[in-house]
């Protein structure tokens, strides 16, 4: 999507690995940071988001940095298993317009 | 509670027809969006209403209109439907600026 950039763009890790994807914003106003994940054959769902107030935030196995300075944020998923499987999007609201970065197919190998 | 509602969920279409995707939302949503979803492309925004009765372009409107019919309802337009519109359409709502958004289960739609 416009003005975000996401790596890698495919990613495999084996089961109880950790994994990381990166996205990259240019738009130094935006203050959302939001996470989807997306099984094949189904609709985007949020796992995390994070608001440029704070510089992390974490939910069970699953963490988002922040560095506005850098102007990227992560995700992090720790001790990975086979339903953590899926393609990731990160998500980037310059104004009223909402742009997803090109996605992440994860594959985690039992 | 339904969420956000697209209709239809499959539709193929003949090159040059013309067809209407319907989304509804009932969370009192004020945004809504139209997204192409294309292998290796990612989510590519198509419209936006920010607002009802606001509506406005994203990264590829071209072959595409919108309607804002009421805050429930935003539909997506092919005039003259092309090879290249074949894709899986995804309609999503966020109740504010910074907030989440939420997804209907998508129509694929293929042209040929």
């Known amino acids: 999507g416009e003005n975000v950039e996401q790596h890698p763009s495919t990613l495999s890790v084996q089961e109880g690995d950790s994994a990381v994807i990166k996205c990259t914003y240019s738009d130094s106003a935006s203050n959302y940071f939001p996470w989807y994940k997306q099984e094949l054959g189904k609709r985007p769902q949020l796992i995390i988001d994070?608001?440029?107030?704070?510089g992390e935030k974490k939910d069970q196995r699953i963490a988002v940095t922040l560095n506005k300075t850098a102007k990227h944020f992560s995700l992090h998923i720790t001790e990975t298993q086979p339903e953590d499987s899926a393609v990731y999007f990160c998500?980037?609201?310059?104004?009223?317009?909402?742009?997803f970065g090109t996605g992440t197919s994860l594959t985690v190998i039992p | 509670n339904a969420g956000v509602t697209q209709t239809p969920k499959f539709q193929v279409l003949k090159t040059g027809q013309s067809m209407t995707l319907q989304c509804a939302q009932d969370m009192n949503h004020n945004s809504m969006y139209w997204y192409r979803q294309d292998p290796g492309m990612g989510l590519r925004l198509i419209y936006y209403s920010a607002s009802e009765g606001t509506t406005d372009k994203g990264e590829v409107p071209n072959g595409y209109n919108v309607s804002r019919l009421n805050k429930r309802e935003f539909s997506l337009r092919l005039e003259s439907a092309a090879p290249s519109q074949t894709s899986v359409y995804f309609c999503?709502?966020?109740?504010?600026?910074?907030?989440?958004?939420?997804f209907g289960q998508g129509t694929r739609l293929t042209v040929v």
């Open positions: 994070i608001r440029s107030n704070v």
């Open positions: 998500a980037q609201r310059p104004h009223n317009q909402f742009y």
């Open positions: 999503a709502s966020r109740p504010g600026v910074n907030t989440e958004a939420f």
